[in-house]
């Protein structure tokens, strides 16, 4: 099984030609090398976000994840992370649930989904993904990412809201329409990415 994760399928839909070549041979050779935690930018941010909800820290539990970094680039992008969650949590009433983990398979590509937040805003239960980059997600971007998740997501939960948190800008992004259609193209692309990866060297 090839296994991917939600951005970097979002990545090679949104490429044409060549530059989807590009996004796999970059998938296969991180995938030769491993995971590791110190390749992971944006991990500190995203375990204090779980980790604040979880525990049930005040807001001000995110300033400790600027204390610590040592790595300059994260130093200068941390602190509008830190700024647009608390713009987005505001005075707004969240409760947390455990996020269900869940991957969009298709033949042998598996895409993660694993939205990092479940939330209950004003009553209402949220799987929040989490987006950390530092331009605005643009229409197709998300377009790809909300359909996906409520492909594998909403079946699997009911009445359970998904969305896409920009993070930086503290908005979060909600579906506003589903079109079965749009998931066999997300198939094809699915397919297209798995028989290119197949086809690379190890």
Do not use: C
Request: charged share 25%; aromatic share 8%; glycine share 8%.
């Amino acid at each position: 099984m090839i296994e991917i994760t939600l951005t970097q399928f979002v990545d090679f839909v949104l490429k044409s030609g060549s530059p989807k070549l590009t996004v796999v041979r970059r998938v296969k050779k991180q995938h030769g090398e491993g995971y590791s935690p110190q390749t992971d930018f944006y991990k500190p941010i995203r375990d204090a976000l779980v980790e604040l909800h979880r525990d049930g820290q005040p807001l001000t539990g995110l300033d400790q994840v600027l204390r610590g970094l040592t790595d300059k680039k994260k130093q200068t992008a941390y602190p509008a992370l830190v700024k647009g969650y608390k713009k987005f949590a505001g005075r707004r009433t969240m409760e947390w649930f455990a996020p269900q983990k869940k991957a969009w398979i298709i033949d042998d590509l598996s895409v993660s989904l694993n939205p990092e937040l479940g939330l209950k805003i004003g009553g209402s239960p949220h799987l929040v993904k989490l987006y950390f980059k530092d331009g605005e997600p643009g229409k197709r971007q998300v377009e790809a990412m909300l359909h996906l998740l409520q492909a594998e997501l909403r079946p699997k939960t009911g009445s359970v809201n998904v969305g896409l948190l920009d993070v930086r800008r503290g908005k979060l992004i909600l579906p506003t329409d589903y079109d079965p259609a749009y998931l066999t193209l997300m198939e094809g692309e699915a397919r297209s990415f798995a028989s290119i990866y197949r086809s690379l060297p190890a």
